[in-house]
């Protein structure tokens, strides 16, 4: 046990046992277990965004095995997945690295506007699969939002009865064009949401400059947002004054010296850590180990 996850856990007083033990099996789980800062490997893109574009780069990722291997290898925190990938690994995997079940998913075949993802699997699966946490997507800004709030009402209300914490993916879409779903006041406002409707961890996009909201410009006249690290700390301040833990995703696969750029900024603005898919099972696995490694390293050192 250590300090720095304790205080962490000192936010959740309230919370049943087992889902603070989960939340501490997290924290204290990996190359970074112990410092309070997580590192989680997520691998549904396969879902959400087709198979070529998502294992193409690296073959070796058309294989579940490689991904929880991956996990393993490097040290993350935990490893999320959809429940196909999670069923042919959990036999090999369940205690050895805390796993994830995402329970919605969304395929990228459908139109943009009224984004909704599907119930893909359930509380119980997680359970019999010997996971960790269960994860679910919310679109705020899509017209289906508010179906979205209620089935997470219940399901954080199932996965809690039954000692399992819930991580929600936070992610703005729909009635707005693509620049406002990263907009700072936006990734903020989305994040307060995740945390208001029960997340026991939100995780967001890094956020841009842009400020999209006409009612919320005048008041960030007042907020520094001008820099990736301002723009962070603004963000875990919307989760209930970094009450809440808040980790940010890697986004599409891109140059070593951008991801460890990004990474620090997020270190800086006093982010809890990241959830990096495409910038690592991308990578030729020595490369994606190498890349986990020293954003791990970023870490432990802030
Ligand atoms: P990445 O690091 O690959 O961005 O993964 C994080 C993630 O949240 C995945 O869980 C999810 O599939 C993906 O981002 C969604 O990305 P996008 O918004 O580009 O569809």
């Not at 939340?23 to 959400?48: A, C, S, W, Y």
């Not at 010997?130 to 219940?154: F, K, Q, V, W």
């Not at 460890?260 to 006093?270: K, R, V």
Request: hydrophobic letters at 40%; a negative charge.
């Amino acid at each position: 046990m250590t300090e720095a996850v304790e205080k962490i856990l000192a936010n959740y007083a309230g919370e049943s046992p087992g889902v603070i033990g989960n939340l501490r099996r997290l924290l204290n789980h990996g190359r970074l277990g112990g410092t309070g800062k997580m590192v989680i490997l997520p691998v549904d893109q396969g879902f959400e965004h087709g198979p070529a574009r998502t294992f193409g780069p690296n073959p070796a990722g058309y294989d579940p095995a490689y991904h929880a291997k991956l996990a393993v290898e490097s040290g993350c925190n935990g490893y999320a997945a959809p429940l196909g990938f999670i069923e042919a690994i959990a036999h090999e995997y369940a205690g050895a690295i805390p796993l994830i079940l995402k329970v919605n998913n969304s395929d990228g075949l459908g139109g943009p506007e009224s984004p909704c993802s599907a119930l893909t699997s359930s509380v119980e699966d997680a359970l019999r699969l010997g996971c960790s946490a269960i994860g679910y997507t919310i679109y705020p800004g899509s017209d289906h939002r508010n179906e979205m709030y209620r089935d997470l009402r219940d399901l954080i209300a199932e996965a809690r009865s039954v000692g399992l914490p819930t991580i929600v993916w936070a992610y703005a879409r729909g009635q707005m064009p693509k620049e406002a779903e990263t907009a700072v006041d936006v990734i903020a406002y989305s994040a307060q949401i995740a945390c208001q409707l029960g997340a026991h961890v939100v995780k967001v996009k890094p956020p841009t400059e842009v400020v999209w909201q006409d009612a919320a410009k005048k008041h960030y006249e007042d907020i520094p947002v001008g820099t990736l690290k301002e723009r962070i700390a603004h963000v875990v301040q919307s989760c209930f004054n970094g009450k809440r833990i808040v980790i940010f995703s890697g986004g599409a696969a891109k140059g070593t010296d951008a991801v460890l750029e990004e990474i620090q900024s997020i270190a800086d603005g006093g982010g809890f850590g990241s959830i990096v898919g495409r910038n690592a099972f991308q990578r030729e696995h020595g490369e994606s180990l190498k890349l986990l490694g020293d954003i791990m390293d970023i870490y432990a050192k802030a």
